[in-house]
Antibody
Framework: QVQLQESGPGLVKPSGTLSLTCAVSGVSITSSNWWSWVRQPPGKGLEWIAEIYHYGTTNYNPSLKSRVSISLDKSKNQFSLRLGSVTAADTAVYYC????????????WGQGTLVTVSS | QSALTQPASVSGSPGQSITISCTGTSSDVGNYNLVSWYQQYPGKAPKVMIYEVTKRPSGVSNRFSGSKSGNTASLTISGLQAEDEANYFCCSYAAGNTLFGGGTKLTVL
């Protein structure tokens, strides 16, 4: 059974960098899957952020591309997200999720972690 | 690219059927059979209910079905049950991007 678990600071200062990690269990991160990040501002809809394939190929939401990076840590079977120059608008629950292709559906999802941007 | 458009809320009585629409453009919903639907309970992670417009993952009730016409995809839930009360989001591939709808709150009366 594939499981994902997000971790990282729950509070980030404005203009700082948000860093999150997603630990994957039940499957190797080097398998033929795309590993994604999706966020949800409080009371709002979902927004896809980025994804990475085990070869290192990445795709980014064009609206966030200038501030986002995603990476793999094969030794720890996890992947990470970095979002720079954050503002209050980046306050959201951040989810990691698996896709079997870069155009496919998301399944499963992690439980999500709330990140608040505030001084 | 803008988010996909969903009604903010729908409601129905137990046993009835409801349909949630998801309107995009010819660059996303209308151009790819890559629409998926997610159910989300408050404070919980989303769960896929429909993928590739009409396909249902193993374990999802056959009361859930999906369809598409032009730039609009739809999720139909038949035989409404109290446990179906949740938020539902649509999602579509969009040429190098992935778009979600704003979500629809389903209330079972």
């Amino acid at each position: 059974q594939v499981q994902l678990q997000e971790s990282g600071p729950g509070l980030v200062k404005p203009s700082g960098t948000l860093s999150l990690t997603c630990a994957v269990s039940g499957v190797s991160i080097t398998s033929s899957n795309w590993w994604s990040w999706v966020r949800q501002p409080p009371g709002k809809g979902l927004e896809w952020i980025a994804e990475i394939y085990h070869y290192g190929t990445t795709n980014y939401n064009p609206s966030l591309k200038s501030r986002v990076s995603i990476s793999l840590d094969k030794s720890k079977n996890q992947f990470s997200l970095r979002l720079g120059s954050v503002t209050a608008a980046d306050t959201a629950v951040y989810y990691c999720a698996r896709r079997t292709s870069s155009v496919g559906w998301f399944d499963p999802w992690g439980q999500g972690t709330l990140v608040t941007v505030s001084s | 690219q803008s988010a996909l458009t969903q009604p903010a809320s729908v409601s129905g009585s137990p046993g009835q059927s409801i349909t949630i629409s998801c309107t995009g453009t010819s660059s996303d919903v209308g151009n790819y059979n890559l629409v998926s639907w997610y159910q989300q309970y408050p404070g919980k992670a989303p769960k896929v209910m429909i993928y590739e417009v009409t396909k249902r993952p193993s374990g999802v009730s056959n009361r859930f079905s999906g369809s598409k016409s032009g730039n609009t995809a739809s999720l139909t839930i038949s035989g409404l049950q109290a446990e179906d009360e949740a938020n539902y989001f649509c999602c579509s591939y969009a040429a190098g991007n992935t778009l979600f709808g704003g979500g629809t709150k389903l209330t079972v009366l």
